[in-house]
């Protein structure tokens, strides 16, 4: 690679970092873009309404539209029309081509011509040859010559019509997506509100369009006007649509993407059409001759035909026009890439609307290639059952139609996937976690009931099943009126609710929860207590920033200042019945252990409360020398990488003491993953600087990246890396001849097997992998996917 100055006719240069080879490619297509920015008359747009095309095609015994169809294969049978106004005054010859790549010409029988002023020989019936990769169509004047010379022409330069074909395709996928979203936005703005700011961020994610988003903080009424402007430069690229069209020669059009969307190159004006603006009319115009002149014509997607759009007006005198449309390639289909836009996300399959969030294929909502798209779930029965959906771009993903299943007839934990045609290809999109109310199932997390103090807002603790599935949850206050809710859920079985009881007083409150799919909402009655503010004392260790105010009604703490230095609340915690509130200092205040200091607590009404300030000691801290991990014995061992131990395992590491801290015999270090669990385990001295501690961690809950700290006289140390826990299988055997045959307990808790998947909730006691060629056989974990991990193979 090497950087290179690219000189146009006018004089500007593109600097750009390409070989040799690539800048002679895309030089006269970088430069006609500055040419067209410069003088934008010399490519017109794509806006006179030409000719439509009635078009079916068969295949494997299904006849569909050629607007559900995005590529052709061979032995597909084609019906080509071309529809005219019954007062046609100019004869028209429709000719087919089939092209079969830059540098092969084409055999003569692969054109076919249809005289459409002729009722009984105006339709081509086609069958896609072998061998062929793109299909032109062609809208002549009638001359009596005007066939061998189309045949002349494409034969003589067949790399030019392939060229054309690609860029002709990329060109009218571009402009579906754009007609779409400006559809959209129209739609939108003819209902006035605020409902184009809303729909048009989704709208342009689905479609891959530019947003202005500046335009959202017009007034609503120029906003639509703002969004569309300009129109020409809102298509990006699409990897999709770009696979769909590109054919076997050519720039790439991610290059041409990239050159376009420099100063040099217009900065992406003509980025919906970059392929026509590049190509199409300088390869086009080199076949104009005294009788003839080629113009292109956009293939638009108009119900179940082609409407053609042109950017020039025809010419019925010499040289005659010759409209240039391209149909689909011929070739393997390229599916849809989708994917689920939050793939961690659970949805309620009871909600009404329920809208599933996909992206990376724009064209499933642009065009009609997707068919018979349902999401497909299992019933407590076992029975698959399909959903209908439809793609909408306003609501950025898949939309569940009509009625659904009562939600009995879901477990309350379910997935669905998404599954449908592609043209005539099956495809299979992504899963959704799933969820099914289950009637009166919310309760208080706390097992001695809620305590919720009147006067302020209380955080709520909730479990119960398809927390996906609340609709809503108001609170019915004392005095008999009701306010809503805010919620957010927590994990897959709870959720935390805000009650607003700030001017309440105490008293019964009722909370009710209406789920989707359950006609009566879920009724918890709960008691408002009055409880009296109350400031205890502030506690600090030395050197800390942070510090503990302890105490009741603490959520009317605006500050705390000792000795100047001032201290603001953040988080409160609720704990034994009382207040805990960290204040963090912007630096740490000048203390001593020992010091006795009072502070003062501001509150938000401007009272000013004492609080008794304790220096605690400096936390513990020490840092890890070195660890090692033992294994017993096993018929057949998983061997891991350094710092990844299996529960099975013994973990012994070494700790230097840091700062001041020197090591007691009654110190304790404890070991945690990502949860709030832990474990503590003494710790085996060396001297008071260094100690050793060994523990099982099979005993440490959960999985995940290990942590520790230290523990000393109740105060613990900062939390620092250990490793990684991972959770193993016990495997009993493993025989190698043809494949790998594992045999074991616990089985799903390996992800894969020499590269094949292990199902979710595996409960067999075998598995069958590859034989490596060499080395040992990998695997992977569920608890750590990334970890490489692998078992000996006896040769």
């Given amino acids: 690679m090497a950087g290179f100055a690219m000189r146009c006719p006018a004089g500007k240069a593109i600097g750009m970092m390409m070989t040799r080879r690539m800048v002679g490619g895309i030089a006269a297509a970088a430069c006609a873009l500055i040419s067209s920015r410069d003088g934008r008359a010399e490519v017109a747009a794509f806006d006179l309404a030409g000719p439509r095309l009635t078009m079916t095609v068969k295949h494997g015994g299904v006849t569909l539209p050629i607007t559900q169809v995005p590529n052709l294969s061979a032995g597909d049978e084609v019906l080509v029309r071309a529809d005219l106004p019954v007062d046609q005054g100019a004869r028209y010859l429709l000719v087919v081509g089939f092209l079969r790549g830059a540098t092969n010409p084409p055999p003569k029988n692969w054109f076919f011509k249809a005289e459409t002023w002729k009722p009984k020989k105006r339709d081509l ?23 061998g010379t189309l045949i002349g022409a494409v034969r003589g330069r067949p790399g030019a019509f392939v060229r054309a074909s690609q860029d002709l395709n990329q060109a009218a996928l ?21 409902r184009v700011e809303v729909a048009s961020p989704l709208l342009a994610r689905s479609l891959a369009i530019q947003l202005k988003a500046d335009c959202l903080a017009k007034p609503a009424e120029l906003q639509a006007g703002c969004l569309t402007a300009g129109r020409d430069s809102l298509v990006l ?46 390869i086009l115009g080199a076949f104009r001759t005294a009788n003839y002149q080629y113009i292109p014509a956009l293939a638009t997607h108009d119900g179940n035909a082609l409407a053609l759009l042109l950017n020039a007006a025809p010419s019925f005198n010499k040289p005659q026009s010759v409209l240039v449309a391209a149909l689909p390639p011929v070739g393997p289909v390229s599916l849809p890439p989708l994917r689920a836009t939050e793939p961690a996300a659970r949805y309620c399959l009871a909600r009404p609307g ?26 407590r029965d076992g029975r698959e059952i399909d959903l ?16 659904l299943p009562r939600a009995a007839a879901f477990e309350p934990e379910l997935t669905g996937r998404l599954h449908g045609d592609w043209g005539f290809v099956p495809f299979d999109g992504p899963r959704f976690a799933l969820q099914s109310p289950q009637g009166p199932s919310w309760h208080p997390a706390d097992v001695d009931g809620a305590t919720l103090v009147a006067g302020r807002d ?24 009701t306010r809503a809710v805010t919620w957010e859920q927590r994990g897959a079985n709870g959720l935390t609710a805000k009650l607003p009881l700030g001017d309440v007083p105490p008293g019964e409150v009722t909370v009710r929860i209406g789920q989707y799919g359950v006609a009566d909402p879920i009724e918890l009655k709960l008691t408002a207590y009055a409880e009296a503010s109350r400031i205890d004392s502030f506690t600090l260790h030395a050197g800390d920033r942070s510090g503990v105010l302890a105490g009741a009604r603490l959520d009317k703490v605006a500050a705390l200042t000792i000795d100047g230095t001032r201290f603001v609340p953040g988080a409160l915690a609720r704990v034994e019945g009382g207040d805990r509130l960290t204040l963090t200092a912007d630096a740490s205040p000048a203390l001593s252990v020992g010091d006795a200091k009072t502070g003062k607590v501001t509150l938000v009404d401007k009272r000013i409360v004492n609080a008794r300030v304790t220096v605690a000691p400096p936390r513990p801290a020490a840092t890890l020398i070195g660890r090692s991990v033992t294994v017993p014995a096993a018929p057949v061992a998983i061997a891991l990488p350094e710092g990844v131990v ?27 993953t990502g949860g709030d669990a832990t474990t503590a385990v003494g710790v085996s001295l060396q001297d008071p600087q260094v100690a050793v501690v060994s523990v099982m961690p099979g005993s440490v809950p959960g999985a995940g990246a290990l942590r520790f700290r230290l523990v000393q006289s109740g105060a613990a140390g900062d939390w620092q890396p250990l490793g990684t826990l991972v959770r193993v299988p016990t495997l009993r055997t493993m025989t190698c001849k043809d494949s790998c045959i594992v045999t074991g307990s616990d089985l799903f808790l390996l992800r894969s097997v020499g590269g094949v998947a292990v199902p979710e909730g595996f409960t067999g006691d075998s598995l069958t992998a590859p034989k490596p060629a060499s080395g040992p056989l990998p695997v992977s974990l569920r608890d750590a996917p990334d970890v490489a991990a692998s078992i000996e193979v006896n040769r």
Wanted: proline share 6%.
């Fill in 458 to 481: 209380n955080a709520l603790v909730l479990t119960g099943a398809a927390p996906a599935c609340v609709a809503n949850i108001e609170v019915k206050l004392p005095g008999g009126s």
């Fill in 646 to 672: 299996s529960q099975y395992g013994r973990l012994t590491f070494s700790l230097r003491a840091a700062g001041s801290t020197r090591f007691a015999p009654d110190d304790r270090v404890e070991i945690a």
């Fill in 388 to 403: 209908p959906v439809v793609a909408d771009a306003e609501k950025g993903g898949f939309v569940v139609k009509g009625d």
């Fill in 237 to 282: 690229s699409d990897g999709h649509s770009s696979s769909l069209a590109e054919a076997l020669t050519g720039t790439p059009t991610d290059l041409a993407f990239q050159v376009a969307a420099t100063p040099q190159g217009g900065l992406g004006y003509y980025s919906p059409y970059i392929g026509v603006v590049r190509d199409v009319a300088r």
């Fill in 354 to 379: 329920l809208a599933l969030p996909v992206e990376g294929a724009p064209l499933i909502y642009a065009t009609r290639y997707a068919r018979n798209v349902a999401l497909r779930v299992a019933g």
């Fill in 174 to 194: 571009d402009r579906a997506r754009l007609d779409t979203y400006v559809a959209g936005i129209n739609r939108r703005d003819a209902e006035g509100g605020s």
């Fill in 125 to 147: 019936r086609l069958t896609v040859p072998k061998g062929a990769q793109q299909v032109v169509a062609f809208l002549a004047p009638e001359t009596g010559g005007d066939f």
